[in-house]
């Protein structure tokens, strides 16, 4: 997002549809596997001069905070979640912005990319999204530690399909990672890919658990041989969550991956990413790192239950030229 060009990139509203077909997997190339390296000083070195660069011009940020609007998947996965909860968010998610301030800024149709939430609560985010074309996402697996008996994980899967979840979001076991099985992680994300039938699946990698760059590195690429649609970085419940240099390793190996195969696969980072300007960093790094094509929700989303209402006080500060208090903004 460095030359003019890039910032006049049309807002979500006025793009055309465009759904990217599904990863259809491929053999376990271990040779692959074995060759991806991470190193890390250059990976930092890279990330750490983002945050401080003027990615987006002011006149232009409002455009890119409207895109990352539309390529949030709204969160919540709390123990004391209720049907009245996930109601709320989920009218926030087809009315992201309040209206007055969307007229202002030219926009409209502007929604989230999904809702995201834990199987129980699949039920009533379908009913209260019905019509709107909002996908429900729905955490599985034994979210969060995927540590309970493999067929209740792929049951679970089934069930959330059948409740109405159009996104299934797994996490995968860390222990094949930490051991270098990588013929278990691939048979794993295999067995939850086709369990998802025509659900689309992302697979939750728990970078801030795998001990090092270089096993996220190989593990976002055997989930993406095994057909994963979307990588993800993180649950939100994990000690470290979603971070740039992470990213960065995660968004090379979706570039190597369709380099070799043509096939696009999304990215998800997910946990931790309240700012909006943080958003606009993350939006940078895939403009840079994989091209325009990646900035649209069928490719790319941001995980996150408190993104949505510091992007919208900053959208009203854009308009109003004064900042609200942040309990206007309080769903998301
Ligand atoms: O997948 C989404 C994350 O759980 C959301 O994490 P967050 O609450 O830190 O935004």
Known sequence: MQTEQANRTAVPSQLPQAIEPRNPGMPLDMDWVRGAQANRS???????????????????????????????????????????????????????????????LGMQGLTTGAICVYHDMVPAAVTALKGSGIPVAAVSTGFPAGLSPFHLRLAEIGESVAAGAAEIDIVISRRHVLTGNWQALYDEMKAFRAACGEAHVKAILATGELGSLRNVARASLVCMMAGADFIKTSTGKESVNATLPVSLVMIRAIRDYYERTGIRVGYKPAGGISKAKDSLVYLSLIKEELGDRWLRPDLFRFGASSLLGDIERQLEHYVTGAYSASWRHAAG
């Open 42 to 104: 250059a990976i930092e070195r890279r990330t750490a001069s983002l945050p401080g660069r003027r990615s987006v011009k002011k006149e232009f940020q409002a455009a890119w905070l409207c895109r990352a609007i539309s390529c949030i998947d709204l969160t919540t996965l709390a123990g004391d979640d209720t049907e009245g909860r996930v109601r709320r968010l989920c009218a926030k998610a087809k009315q992201p912005v309040r209206p007055d301030l969307l007229e202002a």
